[in-house]
């Protein structure tokens, strides 16, 4: 139901607001629990998301495999999964400090929030990008148990760049969308067109991640980072066409898990080499 390796998407960014909040590694308790609990979010997320999908995930071709439509697990198992995963991230919250704990359940109303959009706008692209957005502020109040408006052009950078990749996934149920009267970006202004808005949300994470290095007066290796994203965002842009849409899943998952540990490792690398 859930491909743990697919943590790869989001896990990096926030650990890059870890390292920022801590300028370098933080302390080993700290970084366990922040995976934990980012962890944690992310599967109580996507167990929701398939429940509350079900009924849908069932009658589309590319998704009626998924293990609730098949049958391959009840719905009161993946409810359970969802309390528990739930409850798992509250605690590694506590853990950390009373000011994450206290957001916890922010968090998770963030993600569960999600399920429901595609059922009300065409804009559920960028409440995913929002959800997973979240992922490096919360790293930061880990670390700090406070907050600093600078770790929002990380956060934003996030929203755009999980919006455009979900733009471009979401393509392949153009037709099935169309039927079912869900609501998507491509629905309504069609995969061309989808396919530039992905482009310019890309642009603006380019952007704002140039401002954050700015932001947080990173040095030359940070920066690389910044190119190397602009440079995998224009290889993934390269792999679909909007009358070739066979290789998305390549652009989906491995470029994007490639951006995603690649800035990390940039940024922690900057950090490390200006101590």
Known sequence: MIKWEHSVLTLPFGLTGAVLAARGIPNLHTSIWIIVALVAARSAAMAFNRLVDADIDAENPRTKIRALPAGKLS???????????????????WQLNPLSLYLSPVALAIVFFYSFTKRFTRWAHVVLGVAMGIAPAAAWIAVRGSFDARILLLS?????????????????DYEFDSDANIYSIPKAFGIRNSLLIARLFHVITVLLLAGMVAAFGLGKIAMAGVVMV?????????????????RVNAAFFAMNGFISMGFLFFIATDLLMGR
């Open 230 to 246: 602009a440079l995998l965002l224009i290889y993934e842009h390269s792999l679909v066409k909007h009358d070739d849409l066979s």
């Open 156 to 172: 934003g950078a996030v929203v755009f760049w999980g919006a455009g990749f979900d733009i471009l996934y979401s393509c392949q």
């Open 75 to 93: 719905k009161q198992f993946v409810l359970g999964f969802v309390v528990f995963t739930s409850a798992i991230l509250m605690f590694a919250a």
